[in-house]
């Protein structure tokens, strides 16, 4: 059974930072490309970044380049996303997501992980 499960996330003032994990079991995420969603209340599910099996391709919207970088460590199934200079803006849940096929723009995942709330107050 594929299980993705977040962790890191939590209430932040304007301008910190936090670093999301993503933990992968029950299938080899090492060879799957691996992502984040986001998505705020009222809102659609939004794009964040993925990265390659292999880390050596990233993939970001350009709305999200500058202040989020992904990266994964394989020896341990995890997924990164560091947060830097959140604002507002940023407050939503943010989703792991494995498997399936990433471009710069869209994302088209396999499988989903629970969500993890990050709120930034201002």
């Known amino acids: 059974q594929v299980q993705l499960v977040e962790s890191g996330g939590g209430l932040v003032q304007a301008g910190g930072s936090l670093r999301l994990s993503c933990r992968a079991s029950g299938f080899t995420s090492d060879r799957h490309t691996m992502g984040w969603f986001r998505q705020a209340p009222g809102k659609e599910r939004d794009f964040v970044a993925a990265i390659s099996w292999n880390g050596g391709i990233t993939y970001l919207p350009d709305s999200m380049k500058g202040r989020f970088t992904i990266s994964r460590d394989n020896a341990k199934n995890t997924v990164y996303l560091q947060m830097n200079s959140l604002n507002p803006e940023d407050t939503a849940v943010y989703y792991c997501?494995?498997?399936?096929?990433?471009?710069?723009?869209?994302?088209?995942?396999?499988?989903w992980g629970q969500g993890t709330q990050v709120t930034v107050s201002s």
């Open positions: 997501a494995a498997g399936g096929i990433a471009g710069t723009s869209r994302y088209n995942p396999a499988y």
